[in-house]
């Protein structure tokens, strides 16, 4: 297996391009919301940077807010 820093060569790996809408009755992703989509995403990604014992960042803060405006 190769370190995490070295990059692979995955231009033989197959890939195929799927739209939601020509996927079949197996999958409800179709029924999702954009919204929802990411958030299942978003999942995905926390599991796999637990996975491989990356510490993940918290979401972006709302509370911290700085305005600067400019002159009138």
């Known amino acids: 297996m190769s370190e995490p820093d070295t990059p692979r060569d995955r231009s033989?790996?197959?890939v195929?391009?799927?739209?939601?809408k020509d996927q079949?009755?197996?999958?409800d992703v179709k029924d999702m919301t954009p919204a929802q989509r990411c958030d299942?995403?978003?999942q995905l990604?926390?599991?796999a940077w637990?996975?491989?014992g990356i510490?993940?960042?918290?979401?972006?803060?709302?509370?911290i807010v700085h305005?600067?405006?400019?002159?009138?």
């Open 24 to 27: 079949g009755t197996e999958t």
């Open 12 to 14: 033989h790996w197959p």
């Open 40 to 42: 299942m995403m978003w």
């Open 67 to 72: 305005i600067q405006r400019g002159k009138r």
């Open 45 to 47: 990604a926390l599991d």
């Open 16 to 20: 195929r391009k799927t739209r939601v």
């Open 55 to 63: 510490p993940v960042e918290p979401r972006l803060p709302r509370h």
């Open 50 to 52: 637990a996975m491989m």
